[in-house]
């Protein structure tokens, strides 16, 4: 069974820093892009990073967020700073192999930059 685990979100005042984990279960990790998309309220979900071989990271938070992944433990990682309120959204872990033949997504964990 796959499962992609999300962890790490929460409430953070403006300017702010959190870090969100995915561990990533019943999958060959290595075969996978990983991706971080998020959803806020009244919008459709948009792909902020990803990661394979090589990282994207969205126009609006380069600079401000990381992506980063470690195949030995199954598990990638969404460092954020200086966030801001419109980082505000449910964020979702993703999972896509190699040869587009599988997708998964995690469960979300929410995301409220406010003061």
């Known amino acids: 069974q796959v499962q992609l685990v999300e962890s790490g979100g929460g409430l953070v005042q403006p300017g702010g820093s959190l870090r969100l984990s995915c561990a990533a279960s019943?999958?060959?990790?290595?075969?996978?892009?990983m991706g971080w998309y998020r959803q806020a309220p009244g919008k459709q979900r948009e792909l902020v990073a990803q990661?394979?071989?090589?990282?994207w990271i969205e126009s609006d938070v380069k600079g401000r967020f990381t992506i980063s992944r470690d195949n030995a433990k199954n598990t990638v990682v969404l460092q954020m700073s200086a966030l801001k309120p419109d980082d505000t959204a449910v964020y979702y872990c993703?999972?896509?192999?190699?040869?587009?033949?599988?997708?998964?997504w995690g469960q979300g964990t929410r995301v409220t930059v406010s003061s």
């Open positions: 019943g999958i060959d990790f290595s075969l996978y892009t």
């Open positions: 993703n999972a896509v192999r190699w040869d587009y033949s599988f997708q998964y």
């Open positions: 990661i394979s071989s090589t990282t």
